[in-house]
């Protein structure tokens, strides 16, 4: 497929460019921007006059419930409002059932990827055997098997013995711990975040030491040890600071925090709406402002979806007992304009938490994995075209995903992916 | 955002809480339970004003004291009572909380008593009634009981007459008490002086302070001088699990004793939503004692729960 984009504002937060241009892509990667190649005839001309091209977002953490979970939905579901959301690069944690702790299983996984042919996907391996936080798994072997780093999910380690050995185990082969900071003791059986809406709606309550404690005990073993972590979701003002010192600090951490916990905090829930409860739950407003700060200034490595498809029966209980997650895949870009709109973060910096910045902690986990996230000559041509003035509101009709559980439905959010583009080919356009 | 309670015209269709209800809300409530106080001294113990309406009793969550409460007050007011014991039933076999509702509506429920183990279920509940149908709270999880704390209220106002220049202590297992949040909400709408909880921190909910309560770990501090004392139920499962070592030393802290009700003023109340473990939070000389106003509390409870079933099912849907 052979493509030229004329008349784009091409937007590449890896490259500072913001400027209109036309783009030719050909052989699945950017063949030139601005001059036409020599001899160049293109397949397809679109004319985006008006439109931004983007690279592809990158998202950090999606669960597409495959394998275990289909009837909550399936990788051709989730691979498709993946696809409308603008994203091209996914990070799948490893809970699935049974989850990614068998170098069979992620072949499967890729296979499967592979046969839809879509969005690139890069699994996460189980960092012990079926998350027990027991027994390490086989990293080396998952790690050929396309895995391109190791996680818990949100099954914390309680045995601080076996998490130091599973970062000595990871360091020896140069290989990224993606955890989820969660002090098992703490957060059991809390379904919302410590403090006075918590106590007033009688929900047991997750302490904000359950995060920072968990990272303490992270960074102190990793001073020690010296594998890269990458903090999964983290949630409060006082982990946040955590991470800004560790980072300041040299150690090698990244980190990452969810779109919903960018945008909401703990009053959201009102008369227990189980669209907000989520893992970890939402927060106080100090907190969601200082992750915002945090995102805004690059503390915040990425913003990700957290994509989480819950079916109707998971979500029709009792605040306590019903499951947690929300989908976030077709919301994630949107969300990010939404931040950069009400926080008057340049809109290069905002993007590039969607697109740079995930794809810098996927560079630095998976080092041998060529490099995505930009779109300067020469780059893989995963891309998306984006109307970032039209509105669009969120509803049962419009979300493609097998789960139509968010906070922000009926919501009316900003900019609208028009199309969606992985290795030069157009896999995705919107019906008008 | 609506509170789900009041239909279209402010009119208070469910009681799920006493949290967001206006003190003219309360007021008329407690005014309404006046009127049938009365009743129970009669012959005739019945009015007509539920006459043909069906009443189902729905507890998720086992108490036969304030079920049967319920019921008498719904059988006061000439409704015909169904009680379904949803524990040993239909949730025992996996049918969801909403397919029991669904169920029940179909047979021409008017009004769902309800209690459930988790906290806001009656908020779900009264989502997914029909327009007509109303919702009262019977105790869910730790969120709300608002018809213990409309009696409490009740009590109160009968034997003190006024709420403002009262000074009022809860004491013991705030945390996973409903009875204790439906009474904050309530005791602060009416505009009482102070609200204090006492209680071991292990037993304090964070927060208390946004919600207007001071809070104190010492007995003697926290009753000084108050008027009326709330006592809640300490439940044995608290001795596990680390928030209290043992009963004993709970009582020797915090149980009222006739030396600790010393502290609080000569003429202060004393009150229990019940059932009492006495010797654990109270012992018997103060339960039985000239201040305890505990069957009082009982006799009133059936009133305001007449009151609270005759209003709702007055609202227009």
Redesign the interface.
Known sequence: MRLHLKNARLIDPAASVDRVTDIWMAGGRVASIDHAPDAFTADRVLDVAGKVVMPGLVDLSAQLREPGFEYRATLESELRAAMAGGITSLVLPPDTDPPLDEPGLVEMLKHRARQLDQVNIYPLGAMTVGLKGETITEMAELTEAGCVGFAQADRPVSDTRVLLRAMQYAKSFGYTLWLRPLDPWLARSGVAASGAYASRLGLPGVPQQSETIALHTLFELQRAVGVGLHICRVSSAGGLALIQQAKAEGLPVTCDVSINHAHLTDVDIGYYDTHYRLDPPLRGQRDREALRMGLAQGTIDALCSDHTPVDDDGKQLPFAEAEAGATGLELLLSLAVKWALEDKVPLLDALARVTQGPARVLALSAPAMPPIGGLSVGSPADFCVVDLDAYWTVDRQSLLSQSQHTPFLGMELPAKVLATGVRGRIIWESAR | ?RN?QLNKHGELTHLIST?GLSRDILQHILDTAQTFVPLAERDVKKVPLLRGKSVFNLFFENSTRTRTTFEIAATRLSADVFNLNINVSSAAKGE???DTIANLSAMQADIFVVR?E????P??IARHVSPDVHVINAG?????HPTQALLDMYTIRHFKKSFSNLTVAIVGDVLHS?VA?SNIHALTTLGVAEVRAIAPLTLL????A??GVKTYTDMAQGLKDVDVIIMLRLQNERMRGALLPSSHEYFKHFGLTQEKLAYAKPDALVMHPGPMNRGVEIESAVADGPQSVILNQVTFGIAVRMAVMSIVAGASS
Do not use: K, Q, V
Request: proline content about 8%; glycine content about 12%.
């Open positions: 955002m789900p949290e969801t909380l909403l459930h988790s906290s806001g279920a908020y779900l869910d999880g730790r969120h709300a409903r949040r909910p964070s927060g208390l946004e919600m």
